[in-house]
T-cell receptor
Framework: SQTIHQWPATLVQPVGSPLSLECTVEGTSNPNLYWYRQAAGRGLQLLFYSVGIGQISSEVPQNLSASRPQDRQFILSSKKLLLSDSGFYLCAWRANWEGTNTEAFFGQGTRLTVV | AQKVTQAQTEISVVEKEDVTLDCVYE???????LFWYKQPPSGELVFLIRRNSFDEQNEISGRYSWNFQKSTSSFNFTITASQVVDSAVYFCALSVSGANNLFFGTGTRLTVIP
């Protein structure tokens, strides 16, 4: 069966510090991978998605970047965090089946607080 | 452009009451998919259902049921005989054929009072 791992679960970082959140998927190959952010009390905002190694699409211009160094690894980074980067970050994967839109499966999330 | 509207921000019901969560979507695509997710206090989004635009049959799964009506662009979710464990934020989402994104509504926070 497929599983998705995301870490760390919580993180408190000072303004201006770097960020690296990691997500890995097991039990599937060539998944579509996603990073979402959920601000307090709000919906999910898509930040990045990737359909393959090294292929990153950005949905919102921001202080963050993403990379996919391996098929099942997706990393969210920042060189200098802002207060506005605080939020709940969720990684997700979807099966890459042409002709149908499968459901996404989510990791447990990382709660980031920038202080 | 795609859009999902969940007009109900918060709903509170007493245990054993039925509750319906509304979802209205917008898309010009004729092939699309609708989803419901549950986000319990732990934060992880749990997939509940996927429905494609060519299948308007309503679905029932235990205490959960979904009413898909293309005529009103709605995909409503009903919980029958609610329980405290149903307390969560529920998200409706839309994906169009050939696109990689899932468009989420802003969610409805359901509180079931014992």
């Amino acid at each position: 069966s497929q599983t998705i791992h995301q870490w760390p679960a919580t993180l408190v970082q000072p303004v201006g510090s770097p960020l690296s959140l990691e997500c890995t998927v097991e039990g599937t190959s060539n998944p579509n991978l996603y990073w979402y952010r959920q601000a307090a009390g709000r919906g999910l905002q898509l930040l990045f998605y990737s359909v393959g190694i090294g292929q990153i699409s950005s949905e919102v211009p921001q202080n963050l970047s993403a990379s996919r160094p391996q098929d099942r690894q997706f990393i969210l980074s920042s060189k200098k965090l802002l207060l506005s980067d605080s939020g709940f970050y969720l990684c997700a994967w979807r099966a890459n089946w042409e002709g149908t839109n499968t459901e996404a499966f989510f990791g447990q999330g990382t709660r980031l607080t920038v202080v | 452009a795609q859009k999902v509207t969940q007009a109900q921000t918060e709903i509170s019901v007493v245990e054993k009451e039925d509750v319906t969560l509304d979802c209205v979507y917008e898309t010009r695509d004729t092939t699309y998919y609708l989803f419901w997710y549950k986000q319990p206090p732990s934060g992880e989004l749990v997939f509940l259902i996927r429905r494609n635009s060519f299948d308007e049959q309503n679905e029932i799964s235990g205490r959960y049921s979904w009413n898909f009506q293309k005529s009103t662009s709605s995909f409503n979710f009903t919980i029958t005989a609610s329980q405290v464990v149903d307390s969560a934020v529920y998200f409706c989402a839309l994906s169009v054929s050939g696109a990689n994104n899932l468009f989420f509504g802003t969610g409805t926070r359901l509180t079931v009072i014992p």
